[in-house]
């Protein structure tokens, strides 16, 4: 598999030096390794979700219990949640630390993938939704600290995009 087992674990060790306890996620290909990793950790409470919406309503109740998370979803997952983004998250000012897989962008092979990248950056943007395109490993730790960061200072979403380069070794 070309996922990038060693970028997956400096995303997992930066959000655990983040202090994250909870991830919740669907099983998406460029996310496995992050996922098992999570699975594997007995420090770390791995949600798995049925929609990705669910785990909008996961990082709220873990921020009201004073619990970090991460919420990890490819693009199409943060379209799927995009109406409890609205309606909980930015309506109660929950802070959300999205890591987006971003499907779809330069370098795509597949073309259901396509729609889904031209769209990502967009919406984010009409959300008023703070983004980062995650692309260099030596940037990962500082990076979703300064996300996590800005999540909870704001009260909001944020979204750190995980690209191509970054996820795959061609």
Known sequence: MPVSVASSKLIYDALKACNVKIMSALPETWLVHLIRMADEDPDMTLVRLAKEEEGIGISAGAHLAGVSSALLMQ?????????PIISLALLYKIPLL???????????????????GLLTKPLLRSMN????????PADVHRRIKDAQTLAHSSLSPVA????RDLMWEE
Request: proline share 5%; aromatic share 12%; charged share 10%.
């Open 160 to 163: 750190v995009l995980l690209t």
């Open 129 to 136: 939704i703070p983004t980062w395109h995650l692309s260099n």
């Open 75 to 83: 693009n199409h997952g943060f379209f799927a949640a995009i109406n």
């Open 98 to 116: 999205m890591l987006i897989s971003h499907r779809g962008h330069f370098g795509e092979k597949d073309p259901w993938q396509t729609q889904g």
